[in-house]
């Protein structure tokens, strides 16, 4: 079997249609997404939510902003307001796709205002099929909401046939269940999304700190609506490239993970990790992660979760996962200790046999039915993912003798190979056209959205943007890590407007 997406057939000419309409497309979204009169300033009814000085609204938006008229849907919104005397309208965009703008911005609030000096009002808001906002369900079984299912860990010698089937019911219970609400959730419409709320705030331009996917959001924002914007902080950038958007993105992870390893091999071989150790050197600590993954695969070892056997790619699926931050390291290297002493059959001669390893949460309990849909939803509407299993499956072959940390997850099949809807429209072009008032800062060593795919942004943004690149490891910069040097600089781009003159490398 090669070609999978026989439920909607390509043919050249059209790719290249889509191809050539990118720049029409772009030049003519700002007057569709005002196809319908925007919310009256003040139209918000905010009540108190969240921290003490939070509140929370509703707005509400067109389904399907060519049908201004039409069906509706609602999104959750929320902010704090400025403490003394105001400067503007600070917006904090959310990553994922599928992340919560409201739980970040009452996460994050109280940091920011402080390092802003409590001259915004800080809002945000969950993007469509987002926590409070209007959501939708694929109506998938619990197997296929798991972490280590919706991303595609191959199986035992990176075979993929299990991922295809899964890939293809996948997107045929997304068709079947999610409608048009699903159909709504793009990059697109949240920019629109995101300018409706700016119109509801009754400001002219926004201020904005985003994170992770919220940077390419933001990016969109900017190319379209230049004039609505005031100073942009990009945190954790990926590469803009609009034939790819997405799947650049997931293929990307595996030099991300290739870049972060070396930070949790060093804590894991330092002798103050006492019971945590794994190793005596920092150079043993792969071949022996990598070693008990291929040995999971080999014979995966039951878990305390009924039904759900750890493997080889659940393990490396928890690497990735705590890649994302330090405080993560302890209980990954936990799993690998319990793992190690599962598939070895127990300790010393007359010892107990071990017994089911516990799995960190993540790993244990599936995503919900929202989630989910949001999580897979954005990604294959946003762009068109190649469809054949054949070639599929030879990426993953090569993807897993280049990057083994990640097994060809990175490049493996998904639900978007067998997508049932065309993509409404092409992506946008990120350009250096527009004002020159974005900040964009990155960890030299991100597993997600590494250096390599945010130098691509830089590239794209060009005279627009200064890069701040910070000497730290984990996903997500300012407020994150702890470099004083990296979040002074954001912190007074964002008071004073005042970027470095030229791109800063903070140790």
Same mark, same amino acid.
């Given at each position: 079997?090669?070609?999978?997406?026989?439920?909607?057939?390509?043919?050249?000419?059209?790719?290249?249609?889509?191809?050539?309409?990118?720049?029409?497309?772009?030049?003519?979204?700002?007057?569709?997404?005002?196809?319908?009169?925007?919310?009256?300033?003040?139209?918000?009814?905010?009540?108190?939510?969240?921290?003490?000085?939070?509140?929370?609204?509703?707005?509400?938006?067109?389904?399907?902003?060519?049908?201004?008229?039409?069906?509706?849907?609602?999104?959750?919104?929320?902010?704090?307001?400025?403490?003394?005397?105001?400067?503007?309208?600070?917006?904090?965009?959310?990553?994922?796709?599928?992340?919560?703008?409201?739980?970040?911005?009452?996460?994050?609030?109280?940091?920011?205002?402080?390092?802003?000096?409590?001259?915004?009002?800080?809002?945000?808001?969950?993007?469509?099929?987002?926590?409070?906002?209007?959501?939708?369900?694929?109506?998938?079984?619990?197997?296929?909401?798991?972490?280590?299912?919706?991303?595609?860990?191959?199986?035992?010698?990176?075979?993929?046939?299990?991922?295809?089937?899964?890939?293809?019911?996948?997107?045929?219970?997304?068709?079947?269940?999610?409608?048009?609400?699903?159909?709504?959730?793009?990059?697109?419409?949240?920019?629109?999304?995101?300018?409706?709320?700016?119109?509801?705030?009754?400001?002219?331009?926004?201020?904005?700190?985003?994170?992770?996917?919220?940077?390419?959001?933001?990016?969109?924002?900017?190319?379209?609506?230049?004039?609505?914007?005031?100073?942009?902080?990009?945190?954790?950038?990926?590469?803009?490239?609009?034939?790819?958007?997405?799947?650049?993105?997931?293929?990307?992870?595996?030099?991300?993970?290739?870049?972060?390893?070396?930070?949790?091999?060093?804590?894991?071989?330092?002798?103050?990790?006492?019971?945590?150790?794994?190793?005596?050197?920092?150079?043993?600590?792969?071949?022996?992660?990598?070693?008990?993954?291929?040995?999971?695969?080999?014979?995966?070892?039951?878990?305390?979760?009924?039904?759900?056997?750890?493997?080889?790619?659940?393990?490396?699926?928890?690497?990735?996962? +705590? *890649?994302?931050?330090? @405080? #993560?390291?302890?209980?990954? !290297? %936990? &799993? =690998?200790?319990?793992?190690?002493?599962?598939?070895?059959?127990?300790?010393?001669?007359?010892?107990?046999?071990?017994?089911?390893?516990?799995?960190?949460?993540?790993?244990?309990?599936?995503?919900?039915?929202?989630?989910?849909?949001?999580?897979?939803?954005?990604?294959?509407?946003?762009?068109?993912?190649?469809?054949?299993?054949?070639?599929?499956?030879?990426?993953?072959?090569?993807?897993?003798?280049?990057?083994?940390?990640?097994?060809?997850?990175?490049?493996?099949?998904?639900?978007?190979?067998?997508?049932?809807?065309?993509?409404?429209?092409?992506?946008?072009?990120?350009?250096?056209?527009?004002?020159?008032?974005?900040?964009?800062?990155?960890?030299?060593?991100?597993?997600?959205?590494?250096?390599?795919? +945010? *130098?691509?942004?830089? @590239? #794209?943004?060009?005279?627009? !943007? %200064? &890069? =701040?690149?910070?000497?730290?490891?984990?996903?997500?910069?300012?407020?994150?890590?702890?470099?004083?040097?990296?979040?002074?600089?954001?912190?007074?781009?964002?008071?004073?407007?005042?970027?470095?003159?030229?791109?800063?490398?903070?140790?």
């Amino acid at each position: 079997m090669t070609q999978t997406r026989t439920a909607r057939p390509r043919t050249r000419r059209r790719a290249l249609a889509l191809t050539l309409a990118t720049a029409a497309t772009a030049l003519a979204l700002p007057a569709v997404a005002h196809a319908s009169p925007p919310p009256a300033a003040g139209s918000l009814g905010w009540t108190p939510c969240g921290t003490a000085r939070q509140e929370c609204a509703t707005l509400t938006v067109p389904l399907d902003y060519a049908r201004p008229n039409g069906p509706s849907v609602r999104l959750a919104v929320s902010r704090i307001r400025a403490e003394g005397r105001r400067s503007g309208t600070l917006a904090v965009i959310p990553g994922g796709p599928g992340s919560s703008g409201v739980q970040r911005l009452t996460s994050k609030g109280p940091a920011l205002m402080a390092a802003t000096g409590g001259r915004y009002d800080l809002v945000s808001f969950d993007p469509r099929g987002v926590g409070g906002s209007t959501t939708a369900e694929c109506a998938l079984p619990e197997a296929d909401r798991r972490l280590a299912t919706v991303r595609s860990w191959p199986g035992a010698g990176g075979d993929i046939a299990e991922n295809a089937a899964r890939s293809r019911r996948t997107a045929e219970a997304c068709a079947g269940n999610g409608g048009a609400t699903l159909a709504s959730f793009t990059t697109a419409n949240e920019v629109r999304d995101l300018d409706r709320f700016r119109a509801a705030l009754g400001t002219e331009k926004l201020s904005v700190w985003a994170t992770s996917y919220g940077t390419y959001v933001t990016a969109v924002y900017a190319q379209l609506h230049p004039e609505r914007t005031a100073r942009l902080v990009l945190d954790s950038n990926g590469d803009p490239d609009p034939a790819r958007v997405e799947r650049g993105w997931l293929a990307n992870m595996a030099r991300g993970a290739d870049d972060r390893f070396p930070d949790f091999a060093a804590w894991a071989a330092d002798p103050a990790r006492g019971a945590e150790r794994l190793a005596e050197r920092p150079a043993q600590v792969r071949p022996r992660v990598l070693a008990l993954a291929r040995e999971l695969d080999a014979r995966p070892r039951p878990t305390t979760t009924p039904g759900l056997p750890l493997t080889g790619g659940m393990l490396l699926q928890a690497l990735q996962t +705590a *890649l994302y931050d330090d @405080a #993560a390291f302890p209980e990954f !290297a %936990r &799993l =690998v200790l319990a793992a190690d002493e599962a598939v070895r059959g127990g300790a010393a001669a007359g010892g107990t046999a071990p017994g089911p390893v516990v799995l960190p949460p993540a790993l244990a309990q599936p995503m919900s039915q929202q989630d989910a849909a949001v999580t897979i939803g954005v990604i294959c509407n946003d762009v068109e993912w190649p469809g054949s299993v054949a070639a599929h499956a030879r990426a993953v072959a090569k993807d897993r003798v280049r990057h083994p940390l990640t097994g060809g997850m990175p490049v493996n099949i998904t639900p978007c190979s067998y997508w049932k809807t065309e993509p409404a429209e092409p992506p946008t072009r990120i350009t250096d056209e527009g004002p020159a008032n974005i900040l964009m800062v990155q960890n030299l060593r991100d597993p997600a959205t590494p250096y390599s795919g +945010a *130098l691509r942004m830089r @590239a #794209a943004l060009g005279r627009k !943007a %200064r &890069l =701040v690149s910070v000497d730290s490891g984990g996903h997500g910069s300012y407020l994150g890590t702890g470099n004083a040097c990296g979040d002074a600089l954001v912190s007074r781009f964002l008071v004073t407007g005042e970027r470095p003159a030229r791109d800063v490398r903070c140790p």
